[in-house]
């Protein structure tokens, strides 16, 4: 009697289509394109009896009839699917394997009958809390970790254009190292929910698949379609981590400059800055500079402008060549108080935010191509309003008198409060995002589907990280938290 006629995870290649593998379905989220809200397919995670992990998707388009099998925690026979290599440009993977899988109207899907090798209920690609700086710099994945909740927040609610966006904010502690975690919607909701009825001094969490970047400079976790959060599990890392904090348990966790509430600065003020530092002000906006160029040309890699020559952009620093360029917002604007007057430059992601239009989606309404050039009215929407603005002090600022200041968060001033806190209000938007870019046609052999698809997401520069390797031997008995996505009006 053969002993395992299943192939594992580790051997999948491309070499053929007749695969057949047992696995665990662990996680499934949906794709939908961040524009048209087009839903296209189903994303996957598989583990199997080694605690391997592989990411797949199935079409909308070719495999209607599987979303109705699949369920998550179950364990299934797979055969017949492709196995294809990442190109190297996706962002946002939620696993750190080099294939995927792609279903294709011939897979084959049997329930498992019990009768292989023991498979856990999940495998997680855990990190030390210490290595956050490195992978908030590397946005090819999302990642897992392990901490102990503290300084939960309320849920902060905003509405704009008759959407509601909600935020819930805390942060995460191994005990000498402190993220800061902002989850958004469905996922807010359900975790201050679960929060609520628990002892707030003692939870621990796993959050799986979550989004690392940046805020003002610092590395931040947030969710992403794929996230999903393990309140107190029975897992070995919590073990370990509780076990350090009840011999610890006055642990220090140092706090930095943005656990300190800042004030408001007038432009006076503002201008008599010594040091290079971020600060807030509110102002009004007087004027938007149509003569200047609204938008600029960037580097996909190193994130430069880059110039238009001969009708070719291309790179000084790479060097490359770019047929079609990110584009990028960057609205030079006068803003005021009562004390003086200074020039701020709103940002891409600000602006993008505000408007809910990136550049492409103004030069896409443009009937002529002359007329892409044109100062979009929709811009002008900023002026008279008043904003609170965090503002980076730079070295031409203290050092040569420059007045031009550069905005970092651009927040209305009816959502902030009296006491201005920039740990309650002045969080940027982060929304979900599609998994995967829209599929081309099913007989395309060298396209494959990429896990993030925005004309607004900068791509950083990559780093080579150690996953930190799960334990397979531990019996782990986890409840996923949820996450219930909510399509927008």
């Known amino acids: 009697m053969e002993l395992n006629k299943y192939d594992t995870i580790k051997n999948l290649n491309g070499s053929t289509y007749n695969w057949q593998t047992r696995v665990r379905l662990q996680y499934t989220w949906k794709g ?111 990642i897992d970790m392990v901490g102990k909740v503290e300084n939960i927040e309320e849920t902060i609610r905003t509405n704009k254009n008759n959407r509601e966006t909600i935020r819930l904010k805390f942060d995460l502690s191994d005990g000498r190292f402190r993220v800061k975690v902002t989850f958004f919607d469905s996922l807010a909701i359900e975790t201050e929910e679960a929060f609520k009825k628990l002892d707030v001094a003692n939870i621990f969490v796993i959050i799986s698949c979550a989004k690392v970047g940046r805020f003002e400079g610092a590395p931040n976790l947030t969710n992403y379609p794929a996230t999903r959060v393990f309140i107190n599990p029975n897992h070995y890392s919590l073990v370990e981590l509780k076990e350090k904090w009840d011999k610890h348990p006055t642990l220090d966790v140092s706090k930095t400059d943005e656990d300190i509430p800042q004030k408001l600065l007038t432009v006076k003020e503002i201008r008599n800055q010594k040091n290079q530092t971020v600060v807030n002000c509110q102002v009004t906006v007087k004027k938007v500079d149509e003569k200047q160029n609204w938008y600029y040309a960037q580097c996909i890699d190193c994130e430069i402008e880059i110039i ?61 191509e002359e007329d892409e050039e044109n100062f979009p009215k929709i811009l002008r929407t900023f002026v008279n309003q008043k904003y609170t603005i965090k503002l980076q002090i730079t070295e031409d600022n203290i050092n040569k008198g420059s007045t031009v200041y550069e905005a970092k968060e651009i927040m209305e001033s009816h959502d ?73 009006k």
């Open 32 to 142: 939908i394109n961040r524009q048209t809200q087009e839903y296209y397919g189903i994303n996957m995670i598989f583990i199997d009896d080694s605690n391997s992990r592989i990411h797949g998707f199935a079409s909308k388009k070719y495999c209607e009839e599987l979303f109705e099998k699949l369920v998550e925690g179950q364990i299934y026979c797979f055969s017949n699917f492709k196995v294809k290599k990442y190109v190297g440009d996706e962002i946002f993977r939620p696993v750190r394997n080099e294939h995927h899988i792609y279903f294709t109207p011939h897979t084959k899907i049997e329930k498992d009958a019990n009768d292989g090798l023991q498979i856990d209920d999940y495998a997680f690609d855990l990190f030390y809390m210490e290595e956050i700086e490195k992978l908030a710099d590397d946005n090819r994945f999302l």
């Open 308 to 368: 238009r020559d001969k009708g070719i952009y291309s790179c000084t620093k790479c060097p490359r060549i770019f047929p079609y360029p990110e584009k990028r917002f960057r609205l030079c604007t006068i803003c005021s108080d009562e004390t003086g007057s200074m020039v701020v430059i709103f940002p891409d992601s600000e602006v993008t935010r505000f408007i809910e239009k990136t550049v492409v989606d103004i030069h896409s309404e443009c009937l002529k």
């Open 416 to 488: 902030i409060t009296d006491s201005f806190d920039p740990q309650e209000e002045n969080e940027m938007e982060i929304r979900d995002q599609s998994q995967l870019k829209d599929l081309e046609e099913e007989d395309t052999k060298n396209e494959t589907p990429q896990t993030g698809n925005s004309s607004n997401m900068k791509k950083r520069e990559r780093t080579n990280v150690q996953p930190i390797l799960y334990d397979g031997n531990e019996d782990v008995e986890v409840k996923a938290l949820k996450t219930i996505k909510k399509e927008k």
